[in-house]
């Protein structure tokens, strides 16, 4: 770690601003994209409350853990954690948890390329009105060609990352947080009128019942599984990214406050989601369990029939390519910072190289939706018997190595860092503060490691 870097390390303008960029990392295609179809394919309103429970008592706090390990290092993410932990008198392998998270921002940022090009390439479809007037069949289609041309996905793949490479490399912090402050209010508008819309259909009230109405005899372990994988990507945790983004946060700050902003964001946003398309799947009969298709289908077909509609899909779907983008942005970020100060190179070099691998992986969960789609590397696993490279790198990093990591971060910051010190940085009341440790200390990893060995057996 060279301390030029650290010198250089600016702040964020305001409380605001890193909210903001945060959220920005947080909003993205988990919420818009695989929310609705996860909660559609668990069975609603059961998994939804899971999530939510989730995302309160495990969620928020490894968010609150991961910006303090940030901002007391003031370093990349596993340097900061060695340094933590050594000034906490702990082991500096607990390191692990970051080095777990900057792989797995690296294996996600490859397949959610993948996934920014088909909101990049409905952009195209939206905007010269190949959706007017369709119906579900031929809207259908136009997802399926996509999905079987691995020539057309590369290109937009390409796009996709090219744009991440191209903000990472400069370094932007203004950039990121400029964009930030526009698109994320922009999305939230738009959202809130495809929903007024969606009370139109006639079918509001059963898109409410599905999402709110929990039906127990749905949950498994799997389920439970499921919905804390969805809790760690949706708000970013388990990928180092938080502990980037903290780094840069002044001391002045509440990080407590900050968290739950976040949350609540993230939260709004996936739960708007769900409202936007639900109605639109049930008015069309169409299967909420379809699974990945779910918003490149259901979207389109409702945009299709409406007034202004080419205008509205034209409109959704660059929002979405820009949540994506701030997104993958910041999947990028942890990755490059690691890559520039392990190997001292430049931040353009090293923004390059970590984007072009990722772009490289990528091609695997390209191929694996078309020509590979019979590949399944753990087939000989009943459970993974039919799951292709893409669904198995999202099942691996969401399911796996963003608990571990946040696991491990979650009993480092607990149980290590002296309470004194860690009261010091956080500033809250000591009960906020009590509960909050304990939430660290236990209900977190006894949820994480309850939800793991169920899995395992
Ligand atoms: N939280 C983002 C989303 O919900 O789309 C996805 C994501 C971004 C995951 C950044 C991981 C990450 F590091
Ligand atoms: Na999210």
Redesign the pocket.
């Known amino acids: 770690m060279s301390d030029t870097n650290l010198a250089s390390r600016g702040n964020w303008s305001s409380r605001m601003a890193f909210i903001l960029a945060a959220a920005g ?7 818009i994209w ?1 929310f609705p179809y996860m909660t559609g394919e668990n069975g609603g309103g059961a998994f939804v409350l899971i999530y939510l429970a989730c995302i309160a008592i495990i969620g928020i706090p490894i968010m609150m853990a991961e910006v303090f390990v940030g901002r007391n290092g003031r370093r990349n993410p596993v340097a900061s954690m060695r340094l933590v932990a050594e000034r906490n008198l702990s082991n500096p392998a607990w390191r692990i948890s970051a080095i777990i998270g900057v792989l797995a ?1 690296f294996i ?1 940022l490859s397949f ?1 390329s993948v996934i920014g090009g088909w909101s990049a390439s409905y952009v195209m479809h939206s905007a010269v009105g190949d959706f007017a007037g369709q119906d579900a069949e031929a809207v259908g289609a136009i997802f399926g060609d996509l999905l079987a041309s691995p020539g057309i996905l590369l290109f937009w793949h390409t796009v996709f990352m090219g744009l991440i490479i191209f903000v990472v490399s400069r370094g932007l912090k203004s950039g990121l947080e400029r964009a930030a402050k526009t698109l994320m209010p922009a999305l939230f508008i738009l959202l809130l009128l495809v929903v007024a819309y969606a009370t139109t259909t006639g079918h509001f009230g059963q898109a409410l019942d599905f999402l709110f109405t929990p039906d127990f005899s749905k949950v498994t372990w799997d389920t439970a599984l499921q919905a804390l994988g969805q809790a760690f ?4 945790l388990g ?1 180092a ?1 938080m502990m980037a983004y903290g780094s840069y946060l002044g001391k002045d700050i509440s990080i407590g406050r900050a968290a739950v902003g976040v949350g609540i964001m ?1 939260t709004l946003v996936a739960l708007l989601a769900g409202l936007a398309i639900f109605p639109f799947v049930f008015a069309n009969g169409l299967e909420a369990g379809q699974g990945p298709g779910l918003i490149f289908v259901t979207l389109p077909l409702a945009f299709g029939q409406m007034p202004l509609g080419v205008v509205f899909a034209t409109a959704f779907f660059i929002l979405l390519l820009f ?2 983008w701030t ?2 942005i ?2 990028l970020e942890p990755v490059t910072e690691w890559v520039e100060e392990k190997f001292a190179m430049s931040r353009t070099g090293a923004a390059i190289l970590s984007g072009v691998a990722c772009w490289l992986l990528g091609i695997a969960s390209i191929l694996s939706l078309n020509i590979w789609s019979d590949v399944y590397l753990l087939g000989m696993f009943d459970r993974f018997a039919e799951t292709g490279i893409l669904d198995l790198l999202d099942f691996v990093t969401a399911n796996i190595m963003l608990p571990l990591s946040g696991l491990l971060t979650a009993l480092f910051v607990g149980w290590c860092v002296a309470k004194e010190s860690l009261q010091d940085d956080m500033a809250m009341s000591d009960g906020l503060f009590n509960l909050w440790r304990n939430l660290l200390r236990y209900v977190t990893p006894i949820a994480v490691l309850a939800v793991f060995i169920y899995n395992l057996m």
């Open positions: 990392s947080a909003v993205g295609l988990g919420n695989k921002a996600i959610y990507f949706t708000m970013s990928m990214i993230d949540a994506a997104s993958g910041s999947l």
